[in-house]
């Protein structure tokens, strides 16, 4: 892949777009195409985005951040259903003992009436849009978080299906994913993932670029651009690998959504 192409893909993925709107900003992504996007733990637990579900059709919401939902409340239960992967507890609250509190994909649709899902807490209310709050913890029990979003009932179309709420970078929960895979060959990685993954997360604004981590990636990226071979370009700049893994990961998914 070529620099011009790696540019073309970013372009693609960040130009202009729909968006899903957060409290303090917006995640802009684009308006054909792109069927999966990804929100941050940091963003999604600090802001409430807000998610258009057509009638008619469902989306799916993932949370691939360590975090297991324990609850759902949704105020409005005449415009939203909703189904889990594994079944949430009665009483919103997991031990050991029970096949519950497990569920990390919820399932939205638009439709009339809702549900009856055990752990899951209905409001009262009229118009076009509800709030859907998750209670949820980590597999211990622990670390509760909430997240909140607000369900847009709509009649035409969307161009979103799927929602990832993903790990911030640099998190312990990523870290971990990352350490099983930081120790391999420097010369298994694809590069030009490795790039498209740099310039998605310098445009989303989540690069700490101040940070010895990166100032080191940029120089083994120099060093390959120079036509040093990738071990020798490695060990000169001390490239941190977990860091590698991450971007990767993300050229690599981007790379799969342009072709769709």
Known sequence: MKKSLTRNIVSHLLGTAATVVLLGGALTIPASALTRIEIDDITAAT??????????????LTLDNGQYIQAIWIDDPSLLGIATDRPLCADGTSTSSQNCGSASVVRLMSLGGSIDL???????????ATVMTLITTDAGGTNRKTYQFTINAI?????????????TLGSDYAQSRVDVQ???????FDIDA????REIVLANGRANTSSVAWQNLEHFLALLDQNQDVE???ADSGVNRA?????????LSSVELSAT
Not at 47 to 58: A, F, M, W, Y
Not at 194 to 197: E, M, S
């Open 232 to 234: 020798s370009a490695a």
């Open 47 to 60: 802001s409430i985005s807000t998610l258009e579900v057509p009638r008619g059709h469902s989306v799916v």
């Open 243 to 251: 860091l590698l893994v991450e971007l990767e990961h993300k050229g």
């Open 194 to 197: 490795v790039r498209v993954g």
């Open 182 to 188: 930081a120790f391999r060959d420097i010369r298994s």
């Open 155 to 167: 009649t035409g179309r969307s161009d979103i299906s799927h929602v990832v709420i993903t790990p």
């Open 118 to 128: 055990p752990g899951t807490s209905f409001g009262q209310g009229n118009g076009t």
